[in-house]
T-cell receptor
Framework: EAGVAQSPRYKIIEKRQSVAFWCNPISGHATLYWYQQILGQGPKLLIQFQNNGVVDDSQLPKDRFSAERLKGVDSTLKIQPAKLEDSAVYLC????????????FGPGTRLTVT | ELKVEQNPLFLSMQEGKNYTIYCNYS?????LYWYRQDPGKSLESLFV?????AVKQEGRLMASLDTKARLSTLHITAAVHDLSATYFC???????????FGTGTRLKVLA
């Protein structure tokens, strides 16, 4: 079974530029999560999708971050414009459903904003 | 708001020694997850604890859950260098099942 795929793996941008990350969850997984992990900290949930609907986006900085999950499969997370404090690893995870099943994490995208 | 705290934050230990990592959480939950993260890598699931009194063991690691005390422990027996990593616990909230991660425990096992 293929795992959670993410791209790109690394990205370096200047502040005020925009960037987009892509995630392909495990086939059949209804729930998809985007996390931000700042160096030395635990992952922080940014947004949670159930199929193509948003379940929780309470910690998503909506003035600069946006996310979508078209057709309930792939998802993209966008930052526009980026700030220095957005430098982090962005992790995508998926699980079979909204009930607290085990999550499976992708390799992450390491973003550096200069 | 659910808070999840781990201690210690850093742990340096000699090979062959035993130690315990603690995970405390602030509101009711009947399940808890432990993950391992190697430097520059993603999170790998270690244990899924689904009920009060649950105990899981894999190799030199054993995890337990006490939902009444809102406490989980990850016990390391006879540590080896390969266990060096950061360990996170995560607790799902009720309702939306949003996962709150602990602060992480960075373990270094010295040869």
């Amino acid at each position: 079974e293929a795992g959670v795929a993410q791209s790109p793996r690394y990205k370096i941008i200047e502040k005020r530029q925009s960037v987009a990350f892509w995630c392909n969850p495990i086939s059949g997984h209804a729930t998809l999560y985007w996390y931000q992990q700042i160096l030395g900290q635990g992952p922080k949930l940014l947004i949670q999708f159930q199929n193509n609907g948003v379940v929780d986006d309470s910690q998503l900085p909506k003035d600069r971050f946006s996310a979508e999950r078209l057709k309930g499969v792939d998802s993209t997370l966008k930052i526009q414009p980026a700030k220095l404090e957005d430098s982090a690893v962005y992790l995508c995870a998926s699980s079979p459903g909204q009930f607290p099943y085990e999550q499976y994490f992708g390799p992450g995208t390491r973003l550096t904003v200069t | 708001e659910l808070k999840v705290e781990q201690n210690p934050l850093f742990l340096s230990m000699q090979e062959g020694k035993n130690y315990t990592i603690y995970c405390n959480y602030s509101t009711t939950s009947d399940r808890l997850y432990w993950y391992r993260q190697d430097p520059g890598k993603s999170l790998e699931s270690l244990f899924v604890l689904l009920s009060n009194g649950a105990v899981k063991q894999e190799g030199r690691l054993m995890a337990s859950l006490d939902t009444k005390a809102r406490l989980s422990t990850l016990h390391i027996t006879a540590a080896v260098h390969d266990l060096s990593a950061t360990y996170f616990c995560a607790v799902p909230t009720s309702g939306t099942y949003k996962y709150i991660f602990g602060t992480g425990t960075r373990l270094k096992v010295l040869a």
